[in-house]
């Protein structure tokens, strides 16, 4: 009997350690299923997670066009969600120096009057600072009411030349 309690003890503690893992409960995934990350969104970007998943940034850089546009998405990176802010906000850190870059909203043709989903910014300094192999930095956005910081670092971000 012993032995037998000992090894319910174990096994309950793998399923509750499994469940956590991606904050599903017990029995959700199928056997053998494992939690996907995306790892780019919809336009080729580079994502920023916001919240524990909750939402996705999505940041796109064109050093030719001196663009740098990000998109507000759900939280599988696939889907558009508008938001209704004016501008975004990039605090990022370019050599020790703290910076801060607005980007002004762009809708989308399929975003409600009075909302959007991409936010954009052009400017040398901008783009500069998003190549910078040191780049670190942080995106602040609201979204559905509730404030969202996501990290950016160098390797969150992916743009053409």
Known sequence: MRGYGKQLYVAGMCVVSMAGVCGTSVGAP?????????????????????GKEEYHAELVHDDRAGFVTIYILDGAAKTAVPIQAKEVTLNLLVGGKPRQFRLAA???PADPAGMSSAFTAKGADLCRAIDAKDLKGRLNVEVIGKMYTGSVGPHTHSHAH
């Open 106 to 108: 762009l809708a989308q």
């Open 30 to 50: 199928p056997a053998g299923a494992a939690h996907v990350h995306p790892t780019e969104g919809p336009h080729h970007g580079a994502l920023i997670e916001l």
